[in-house]
């Protein structure tokens, strides 16, 4: 009975929190339907005689037309240059982490403890620090205000050799490799055919942590890149407030949802993967 | 360790080259510039002056930077004291097997954490607005709350909190639900049986098993709170706020860097921030590197 | 064999590298666009683009010539800026920005400020004896002008006449601060009766982070932050005068003035429902009023600010845009010339006074009828005339990089003040005069610390 009741307490406490966890989503769908007059009177929908209390006509689609045909930030735009730049950076840093997780795990080589000991140090790097020299760097290198200033760095993170190292030490047994090379398979097939679809789950989930990395990715865009065209949508919707003197509730709501749709979506299809390979670096012994 | 004599002696540098050759130039030579600079005091990245320790020893005396350093130490205590026991307490009602839904509600605790700071600082600006905004309208209709308040000028410390209540309660609450399928059932069933208490059952039964991740997952969220930038310096219009109330290390390193232009003092900064997470980045590496010997 | 392939590689490897291909071809086939002619970067404002529209129009059919304009956000339009002074990233011909972010630019050694001095460009045709001079003082660092202000940028109170008159207040015989919180003061009250008040004398900064406002009082009374020279001088006798009164209008529980986030939709609502009887409005701001507060249409009225005594002065000054060249531009002779078409020609500025109420500095064009308009907004004062009338009034700003931080600090110092104030129960400014040079010596410290540790600025 106490049970029962314990059972019922814990289940309406958890949809409690599950609902004010989701409302800022649902307030903000609503808000970006709304005109600003609505946007001021009502929490959610605007109310009115339509079905369920709610005034269905006065809810309008012109946030987004707005966010996509204004002229000085197009979120259509912005939205291909981080779709851009997410999937180029991720695919770049999975590839470039997953040979080298791959040298580290298994090979046999005089560097191999000496690198292993650099991934870890790099690790301990905290990145704001590099900031300052990056951009000097960049200055000299001409790559400032480029998609190659912003890509490269991103492009082979310690983070991720350590990663697929783990995983290809736990996953793979040296037999396949030693049998593949005696049947004589080059060491790049090897990697490619044998290896790479032996790590799928950490290359889904890794894949998804960068990509979601670079789209989140603020401080360094905001810094490397200045043409307003190149900007992502992380830099062009703080630019985005300025064009409106903040005034448009509706067009911010509208603008982050759309910032954050594409990841949701790209989420809902690799969260599997991508929560185990989220958490395998923790829990994993 | 076995050895492998079968492979082309060249081939491990090879599959390593892209990560060395970009840790090389990205990472090792801004590490020793950074140095560097951290001895200079720049004008954008063209002029520069040599000022031997000063940049130190300025931000040794800078109030500015006392206040930064005050502020993310208040966020990231914050964040353990409420986010950890929130986090823990989701993952172990998420955890009871006769939950229906827990996957989905797992996701609906997730979604949070894909939305990048910038986005959520973004969206906090509409959200504790006073009078139109939601976290004052919703206290106001549960608790009669004032519909005016000023989240952003009295209380910037509050809305940061609060926000990342929100990012990252569930983020922490997945690695505390993976954790805890670590838990000895049988161990749990018989500590029931013998009649042990909940909490009894929690402390030394479910304790000892998600120890590690626990220490993993501290460790983790007080090095991001230490580097908390995005989220108040979008909310606050890319400003500090009032009094600085939303003043943080790394926004001090960027607000001296890339708008004054001083990369010198931005670089000292820099390494003051390393030197505070050398010791709990290191703690959290050394777990690393312990689980992976065996 | 090929559908193997396919079934060994993650779903997520396909995705991405399929949007990695769309958003690439994407960006390979969208159109860019080169640009020849001046390029023009200007701060955002959705009301003036047709008088620029107009100005530039006309400007091109003369000197056959392209000027490529990008409307910037004050934040976007630094980093860019920023970028191309410190970096060499393309800049632009022509640039037009606001107050806050030219103070930025004086940061560092003298040849590294990327704006053109234009001191002698303004001499050789004869403009720099015509132009209020109090108005260049926020554009003029080390002895140098660098830019053209847009607007006198004199500043006056806007009161709600309709509340006032019903009232029985007479505005006109009200002088000084004083005399405006004392005989106001009864219509501070909780209209609807929730405990809360919702009526106050006067729209103040009070929590906002620019603290402009307590700046712009500091400046009527006579005080500053900085001397010609750029030398802090924050703890002075007058600034702690008027930060104490300022601290005792804002204290609980004879709190007579309030912080709305004015410009904002919340705060436009509160300013329309009448929560505040009057606040500061410079000539160019009065635009805002007009576009965000319509419904108090005929409602308001400009008054001078009353003064900090008897006798003393009755405007102040609020830093708005200005236009300047960067050093780097293309071809300067025509960039000046069009700075002089945009900001200086009598008929651009007539327009932008009828379209956009801002008031040229140009004394010589201070003539022209169209500041005698009355205008119904302002209940049909002839608010141009007025404005001008308190132009050589108008007191200096002293430009220095650090004056942004100067005006957070003080304004910081009088929050503290306040809360002081409340905290001890102290009503007289007398009392608090101590208190009041205590914190602006902490400010003046703090400012002094920042403004030593740059190397650049100390030869």
């Known amino acids: ?285 | 360790m076995a050895q492998y004599r079968l492979h082309n002696p060249l081939a491990p540098y090879l599959f390593l080259s892209p990560f060395l050759l970009i840790i090389g130039v990205f990472v090792a030579y801004p590490l020793l510039q950074s140095v560097n600079l951290a001895f200079h005091q720049t004008f954008g990245p063209g002029f520069q002056r040599f000022v031997y320790l000063d940049n130190f020893f300025n931000l040794l005396q800078d109030p500015l930077f006392w206040k930064a350093l005050r502020n993310t130490l208040t966020y990231a205590v914050a964040t353990l004291f409420i986010q950890m026991p929130l986090a823990l307490g989701l993952a172990l009602l998420l955890n009871q097997p006769w939950l229906r839904g827990r996957t989905f509600l797992r996701l609906i605790f997730f979604s949070p954490a894909l939305v990048g700071p910038v986005f959520v600082g973004f969206l906090s600006t509409i959200v504790f607005a006073g009078r139109v905004g939601l976290l004052n309208r919703v206290l106001n209709g549960l608790f009669g709350f004032n519909p005016d308040y000023a989240w952003l000028q009295n209380h910037v410390m509050g809305a940061l909190i609060i926000a990342g209540l929100w990012m990252y309660v569930g983020f922490n609450m997945i690695f505390f639900l993976a954790a805890l399928q670590n838990v000895n059932s049988d161990l749990l069933d018989a500590a029931r049986i013998d009649g042990a208490k909940a909490w009894q059952r929690f402390n030394h039964v479910i304790l000892p098993a998600i120890r590690p991740v626990f220490g993993f997952v501290v460790l983790l969220s007080l090095i991001g709170s230490f580097q908390l930038f995005e989220l108040p310096f979008v909310l606050l219009n890319q400003t500090a706020g009032p009094d600085y109330q939303g003043l943080t290390i790394v926004m001090y390193l960027y607000l001296n860097g890339f708008e004054i232009g001083d990369l010198g003092y931005a670089s000292a900064i820099g390494w003051v921030l390393a030197v505070i997470l050398i010791v709990p980045t290191a703690l959290q590496r050394f777990y690393f590197g312990r689980k992976e010997e065996d | ?459």
């Open chain 1, 1 to 285: 009975m106490v049970d029962r009741f314990q059972r019922a307490i814990t289940v309406i406490f958890l949809w409690f929190f599950a609902i004010l966890t989701l409302l800022p989503f649902f307030w903000m769908l609503c808000g970006s339907f709304k005109n600003t007059g609505d946007f001021l009177t009502g929490l959610f929908l605007p109310q009115g005689s339509g079905l369920f209390g709610v005034a269905w006509d006065r809810l309008t689609w012109d946030n987004y037309r707005e966010i996509f045909t204004n002229e000085r930030v197009n979120f259509f735009h912005s939205g291909m240059n981080s779709v851009f730049l997410a999937s180029v950076t991720s695919l770049l840093a999975t590839l470039a982490s997953a040979m080298g997780g791959y040298a580290l795990a298994k090979f046999n080589f005089r560097l191999r403890k000496p690198i292993t000991a650099l991934v870890l140090l790099t690790l301990l790097i905290p990145p704001p620090l590099l900031l300052a020299p990056t951009y000097q760097l960049l200055y000299w290198l001409n790559l400032l205000d480029t998609y190659t200033g912003l890509i490269l760095p991103a492009a082979a993170p310690a983070f991720g050799v350590f990663l697929f190292r783990q995983a290809i030490l736990n996953a793979i047994s040296n037999d396949i490799i030693d049998a593949a090379r005696i049947d004589g398979c080059g060491e790049g097939r090897i990697f490619f055919s044998i290896i790479l679809p032996l790590v799928r789950p950490m290359m889904g989930a890794f894949l998804m942590i960068t990509f979601l990395a670079m789209w989140n990715n603020f401080i360094t865009p905001q810094v490397v890149l200045q043409t307003p065209e190149k900007f992502p949508l992380a830099v062009a919707i703080v630019n985005l407030r300025e064009a409106y003197n903040m005034q448009e509730y509706g067009i911010s709501t509208a603008s982050t949802l759309f910032s954050i749709a594409p990841i949701a979506c790209l989420f809902l299809l690799l969260q599997r993967e991508y929560l185990s390979g989220l958490t395998s670096g923790a829990v994993k012994g």
């Open chain 3, 1 to 459: 064999m090929k559908s193997a392939l396919i079934k060994n590689q993650s779903v997520g490897l396909l995705i991405i590298t399929a949007l990695a291909v769309v958003s690439g071809l994407y960006g390979l086939l969208r159109p860019v666009s080169e640009s020849e002619g001046l390029t023009f970067w200007r701060v955002n404002e959705t009301w003036d683009k047709e008088i620029y529209g107009r100005a530039i129009d006309d400007w091109t059919s003369v000197n056959d010539k392209q000027v490529n304009v990008q409307v910037l956000g004050n934040h976007g339009l630094w980093q860019r800026m920023r970028s191309g002074f410190f970096s060499g990233t393309p800049m632009a011909d022509l640039i037009e920005m606001h107050l806050e972010i030219m103070m930025g630019v004086y940061n560092g050694p003298e040849e590294a400020i990327g704006f053109l001095d234009l001191t002698d460009l303004l001499k050789r045709d004869g403009l720099l004896e015509v132009i209020n001079q109090p108005t260049l003082s926020p554009w003029s660092s080390r002895g140098h002008i660098y830019g053209i202000p847009v607007s006198v940028s004199g500043v006056m109170l806007a009161y709600r006449a309709d509340i006032v008159e019903e009232a029985g207040i007479d505005m006109e015989a009200i002088e000084t601060w004083d005399e405006f919180m004392n005989t106001l003061r009864p219509l501070v009250r909780d209209l609807d009766g929730d405990g809360y008040p919702d009526r106050y004398l006067l729209e103040m900064e009070e929590g906002s982070e620019t603290g402009s406002w307590v700046e712009m009082l500091i400046l009527q009374a006579g005080g500053r932050y900085f001397d010609r020279n750029g030398k802090v001088e924050i703890n002075s006798e007058i600034n702690a005068r008027v930060i104490s009164k300022i601290a005792l209008w804002g204290a609980r529980p004879d709190k007579l003035t309030v912080d709305l986030p004015i410009f904002s939709l919340a705060g436009n609502q509160l300013l329309i429902d009448g929560y505040a009887v009057a606040w500061l409005v410079s000539d160019w701001r009065t635009k805002f009023m007009k576009l965000y507060l319509k419904p108090l249409a005929g409602k308001v009225k400009l008054m001078p600010i009353p003064a900090w005594e008897e006798g003393g002065r009755r405007t102040s000054i609020l830093g708005s845009r200005m236009l300047g060249i960067p050093k780097t531009g293309h071809n300067i002779e025509e960039s000046w010339d069009l700075v002089k078409k945009l900001y200086l020609d009598r008929e651009v500025c007539r327009d932008r006074y009828l379209e956009g109420d801002a008031i040229t500095p140009l004394m010589s064009l201070w003539d022209d009828p169209v500041f005698d308009q009355p205008d119904p907004f302002f209940s049909g004062q002839k608010k141009g005339r007025m404005f001008i009338e308190l132009a050589p009034d108008v007191p200096e700003m002293p430009s220095s990089p650090y004056n942004m931080a100067a005006r957070r600090a003080v304004a910081a110092a009088s929050r503290s003040l306040r809360a002081f104030a409340e905290e001890k129960g102290i009503t007289s400014s007398q009392n608090l005069h101590s208190k009041a040079r205590q914190l602006l010596a902490a400010a003046e410290a703090d400012i002094r610390f920042r403004a030593d540790r740059n190397t650049f600025l100390r030869e």
